[in-house]
């Protein structure tokens, strides 16, 4: 599986950004998003059942983030609305072919990764 990530920038708090992750190669199970700041662990952003289509949403990002998946290309987009200083990071998309779900919050249970992408957010 190849994951293709894009959307990065800089914008000022209050702003929104939209990433996307282009996905090809093997069905996968589960398409995530995580985020790293300097410094900090890798963390869970949000994440979609790529059949279901079900989401899932960490508590700092839930209500101004929406992950969807495209209904006609193998993409998987994250909306960011609402940006924060504190959601400036580099934004990973990863995917796995086997994942179950209590397994989608930790980074190290997938094999696939995109590059990252660095989103900048301004106060």
């Known amino acids: 599986v190849q994951l293709q990530a894009s959307g990065g920038g800089s914008v000022q708090a209050g702003g929104s950004l939209r990433l996307s992750c282009a996905a090809s190669?093997?069905?996968?199970?589960?398409v995530t998003w995580f985020r790293q700041a300097p410094g900090e662990e890798r963390e869970f952003v949000a994440a979609?059942?790529?059949?279901?289509?079900?989401?899932y949403y960490s508590d700092s990002v839930k209500g101004r983030f929406t992950i969807s998946r495209a209904s006609d290309k193998n993409t998987v987009y994250l909306q960011m609305n609402s940006l924060k200083p504190e959601d400036t990071a580099v934004y990973y998309c990863a995917a796995d072919s086997s994942i179950i779900l209590s397994s989608i919050w930790q980074w190290f249970h997938y094999d696939y990764w995109g590059q990252g992408t660095q989103v900048t957010v301004s106060s």
């Open positions: 979609i059942n790529w059949s279901s289509r079900i989401t």
């Open positions: 190669g093997h069905t996968v199970r589960y």
